[in-house]
DNA sequence: CATCGAGGCGCG
DNA sequence: AAAGCGCGCCTCGATG
């Protein structure tokens, strides 16, 4: 494994200087090149032994993606820092116990190749620096917005344009240099922040209880980051004109002038009708409350499922309106031109984003995206989607996580829940659905409660797992998912409550209030190793897939991830590779498995569909 | 005028 | 039929 890493410290004026070093972070040689330069360095480096090394894969991959350039790994410092630090298996080592520092921060604003974080160093030596020197290679930067990239670009090899200009001798004979070196080099610039940092997230991985497993959770983070920045880049493809006939069936017309769509308005008056009040406004929940509560109904809220229980003729118009209000103000006409640009939704994923290790998203809701519009989710021409998701997979890794072979062995067909009827725990699909996701969440009441007992019965490994991950938080201390997140600590507040939880003098409400607070920690960190567990195996999953798409087809076209949703992934293809890419998905998931739980007896299926639009393979 | 929390609802 | 985990984003209405 060759190790690349590439920073942008002020010494270097602009430029960007690519240092190889070894797995300790030892450096062996290192080459500035003028900004502009930069993807034509990294074409020329790139190979299946290297891995790249930045600071923020958000910030030095987008300029590689327009130019065509992909590289197969990386080691992305920020996202592997958040894991370091916080990791239960890591806590004795000096990255645990550093003061605050940048790298704790969000990523931050940059220009496109400019680094503004570790502006504090000292500007000591001129190395790589004077006329040369330049600043910003002229494209998209990270924060382009949405539709600044069309189509997949391979427009031309990236690696001809380099073997050709001045450019490409210079990183042809680098590369030679690379191939030779065998001594630790001199580092030209004192110390880069970017290299002590790498420096010391291999040390925390070395000295780590579980450098195995955490060194592949630091993988497929990694992976997951350029994963995100590539499905950003290609856009999930998707027809604004079929978007606006899903709208208009729905809604009516598009109003031109203001207003509601006329389907919405000729509700509003029903319902205005059903209540007896001509004028009240139904998208104001105080005003709303108000008129239904005057109308004779109980009701504490206007929240659809309190309203559901009420026999009134409000209630069947009121909850139509609220579905199409719902999908007019959150995905309706105003979202299709903000977030839709030539055919393409290019979402900003946030790898990491959810304290458990799931993906957030910012900007259209992407991983919100309602049933409604996803007919408008179609395949270009020539091409396809295939549609995969993992069935039932919390249940399934906390099988596997507690080592409870029953529950396994439940897992062992496509459908887990039916397993639990057969198997005699419980007597319908449904019961096994609440009752799993009830001991998965930490319900206390209801249905899912009682079935608790028979689920302890049954599978008492899983159980007694989840309940002692429940224990741990209710004591405000922190659990650790499979390979090594671990979950925060509560905050102040919290142990202020928690001692009033235990001093024998408080009672009363106060102490109500305290104890339900620790319980409901213990339910986050029930869900919190589940949670983050699967989340493990879905970016094992998704980067073991990447590695497969990446041989299939033709540079022009060749198969690509466009979206990834916690448990399903989305890769639009062409029509020819589509049964490849589908054997494919059932592959990485094997795979993943594997990887994660080595030989013990639990199964991941994927359930994969080929359609040529969302809406038909989720149907 | 901008910002924030609450209520509500979409997704897994 | 049901209330328990994790999110983002919309509107309204209160507050600065």
Redesign the pocket.
Known sequence: MVYILVSAPPTARGRVVLWQVDATGRVFDSHTVPAAEFPDAVDALTDDTVRWVWDDTAHWYPPLLERGIRVQRCHDLRLSHAILRHSAWTAGSPLAHAPHSAWDDPVPERAPTANTLFDDLDDTDGWGGGAGAERGSGVGGPDAGPGDSGLPSNAQSAAQSAAQGAAGRQIGAYVTRVANKRQPARDPHGEDESLREFRRQRAALAASEEPGRLGLLVAVESAGALIAAEMRFHGIPWRADLHDHILTEALGERPRFGGRPVKMEALVQEIRRAVGNPTF?P???????RALRRAGLSV??????????VDHPVVAPL?AY??M???Y??NGW??LD?WVRDGRFH?EY?VG????G?W?????????????V?GAVVADPGWTLVVA??AQ?EPRILSALSGDLRMAEAGRGQDLYQALVDQGVVDTR?HA??GI??A???????????LMPRLTRAYPAAIQFVAEAARVGEKGGVVTTWLGRSSPRPDDQWWVDAVLDTDGGVTGPQRERAMQQAR??G??T???VC?GSAAEWAMCWMAGLRTRLAEMGSPEARPHLVYF????VMVHTPVGCAEEVVAAVHAAAADAGRLLFGGFPVEFPVQAMVAGDYAAA?G
Do not use: I
């Open positions: 406004n998208d104001s929940q105080p005003d709303l409350l504490t809220s206007t929240s659809k499922w309190e309203l559901r229980g909850l609220k579905k209000s719902r999908l103000t959150a105003a979202w903000t979402p946030v984003g959810v304290v458990t799931r957030a998203a910012k900007g259209g809701g992407a991983l919100q995206l309602p049933g409604t996803r998701d993992a997979l449904d659905k609440v996701l009830g998965l969440y930490g319900s206390t009441t209801g249905q899912s409660a009682a409901s920690w339910r986050f029930r869900n919190f949670q949703l916690h448990d399903e989720k």
